[in-house]
C-alpha cells in the first residue's frame, strides 16, 4: 500500500518528469530496456550471467535511490560484452535505438545525443550474412529520423487539437560515433572514416565522434591522429576521461599520461573526468572543458555506495570526487547525463532527483543545469538556440504552475 511519502515522493517525480532535459552521454547498447535484454537472450537461447543479471532486488526497498547490483568498472565491462552476444543483428539494434528513444521522450527528454560504437551484426538472427557498420549506423539513424518526425507530428497535432494545452515537447536527437579503445587502431580508423563520411550524408544527424570502452586497454595517443582527423571532417569530439586513479607523483604512469594527453587534445567534451588528481584537475578546470557528469554511473562505477547494506546512491553522491566542488565552488561547465539507463536501472529523471536531493538544489538550480546542459550539446548553432528557448518557455510554464 502506499503512504503519504511515497505519494510524495511520487510527486515530485512527476514534477521532475515534467521538465525538459537534456543528455549528451547514453550509449545505445547500455539504454537497453531489461525486459529487451531478457526477451532477446531468450530467443537466442543464451544465458545471461545471474550475478549482473538478476531481478533479486531487495523486498521492501526503493531499489531506484539504492545501490543492490553489482556495477563497478569491469562488471559495466563484463555487462556491455554479454549485451552485444544478444544485440546481434540489425532488428535487434532497431528495437534497442527505437526503445531507447521512446524512454527518453517519456521522461521529457528534448533533446538527446546517442552514442554507439558501429558493429558488424547479422542481417537476420540466425542467418548467416553479415551487414556492414555502415548498416548499423543507417539503421540507427533511420529509426532516429523516423522518432523524430513521428515527434514533431505528435506535438504539432496535440497543439492544434487544444487537447492538451501544454504537450509534451518534442525529442530531437543526434548521433555520435563512438571508437572502442578496446578494439585496435584500425578499427578505430574505420569507424572515423564512417563518421566522416556520414556527417557529409547526414550533416543534422551525425554530430561527434567519442571514445569510449575499457580504459585499461591501449592509450588515447593510440588514436589521437583518428580524433584529428575527426575534427578535421568537421565532427565534434567527446573522450571519456580519468576514469581510473592515478596521481601526480606517478607522472610516468600510463593512467595519468592518458588523462594527460586527453586534457592536451583539449576536446569540446570530456565523459567523467572523474580521477584526476590536483595538477590535472586544476588543468581541466583551467581550460573549461565541458564534463558530461552521470551521477548514478559515478556511484556505481566507483562503489561509492556500498552493496548489499543498502547502500544509498544519495549517500554515495556525497562521496562524488568532483561534482560537488563543480557545482558550488568552480561553476565548472557540466551536462548531467544518465551514461547507461538500463545498465544502471536509471533515467534523465532520477538523476535530477538525485542531484536536488543529495545537494539540496532548487527548481530554479535544475533549469540552470538543464539551459547549460544544452550549451555543450554538438547541434548546430540554430538547432542549440532554438532547443534552449524551447526549454526556457517550459520551464516558465512549470514555474507558473500551468503545466
Ligand atoms: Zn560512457
Excluded at 212 to 241: I, M, W, Y
Aim: one cysteine or more; hydrophobic letters at 40%; aromatic letters at 6%.
Amino acid at each position: 500500500m502506499a503512504t503519504p511519502t511515497d505519494d510524495h515522493q511520487e510527486n515530485h517525480m512527476q514534477i521532475l518528469r515534467q521538465m525538459p532535459k537534456v543528455e549528451l552521454h547514453a550509449h545505445l547498447n547500455g539504454s537497453i530496456r531489461e525486459t529487451t535484454l531478457f526477451d532477446l537472450a531468450r530467443e537466442r537461447n543464451i544465458q545471461l550471467s545471474s550475478h549482473h543479471f538478476s531481478n533479486d532486488l531487495l523486498p521492501g526497498v526503493d531499489h531506484s535511490m539504492y545501490n543492490v547490483r553489482p556495477r563497478s568498472l569491469q562488471d559495466c565491462f563484463a555487462m556491455f560484452a554479454e549485451i552485444s552476444t544478444v544485440v546481434d543483428d540489425l532488428p535487434s539494434i532497431r528495437r534497442v535505438a527505437q526503445e531507447m528513444l521512446e524512454d527518453f521522450a517519456a521522461e521529457g527528454c528534448v533533446y538527446l545525443e546517442i552514442r554507439s560504437t558501429p558493429k558488424a551484426l547479422l542481417l537476420l538472427n540466425g542467418s548467416s550474412k553479415l551487414a556492414t557498420k555502415r548498416d548499423y549506423c543507417e539503421t540507427v539513424l533511420q529509426v532516429m529520423k523516423e522518432f523524430q518526425k513521428l515527434e514533431q507530428d505528435r506535438y504539432n497535432i496535440d497543439l492544434s487539437n487544444g487537447l492538451k494545452e501544454f504537450p509534451r515537447l518534442p525529442l530531437v536527437c543526434r548521433l555520435i560515433i563512438s571508437v572502442d579503445r578496446s578494439n585496435d587502431v584500425m578499427n578505430g580508423w574505420e569507424n572515423i572514416q564512417l563518421a566522416i563520411e556520414l556527417k557529409k550524408e547526414y550533416p543534422d544527424m551525425v554530430v561527434g565522434v567519442d571514445l569510449g570502452g575499457n580504459p585499461l586497454k591501449r592509450e588515447f595517443s593510440d588514436f589521437r591522429a583518428c580524433f584529428e582527423a575527426a575534427r578535421q571532417g568537421g565532427l565534434f569530439v567527446t573522450l571519456h576521461c580519468a576514469e581510473v586513479p592515478c596521481s601526480d607523483e606517478e607522472k610516468e604512469s600510463s593512467a595519468y599520461q592518458d588523462a594527460n594527453a586527453i586534457l592536451d587534445f583539449v576536446p569540446d567534451r570530456l565523459g567523467h573526468a572523474l580521477l584526476l588528481p590536483p595538477i590535472l584537475q586544476k588543468k581541466l578546470e583551467d581550460l573549461r572543458i565541458p564534463v558530461e557528469a552521470c551521477p548514478t554511473s559515478n556511484v556505481m562505477t566507483l562503489e561509492l555506495a556500498e552493496r548489499n547494506s543498502g547502500g544509498s546512491l544519495l549517500e554515495g553522491l556525497s562521496r562524488h570526487p568532483q561534482l560537488k566542488r563543480w557545482l558550488f565552488e568552480t561553476n565548472h561547465p557540466l551536462a548531467i547525463s544518465t551514461d547507461d539507463p538500463g545498465v544502471f536501472h536509471t533515467t534523465a529523471t532520477k538523476e535530477l532527483v538525485l542531484l536536488q536531493k543529495a545537494y539540496s538544489l532548487t527548481n530554479a538550480d535544475l533549469q540552470k543545469i538543464v539551459e547549460q546542459s544544452m550549451d555543450y550539446a554538438f547541434a548546430n548553432q540554430e538547432t542549440k538556440y532554438f532547443i534552449k528557448q524551447r526549454i526556457k518557455d517550459r520551464f516558465q510554464m512549470i514555474n507558473e504552475k500551468r503545466v
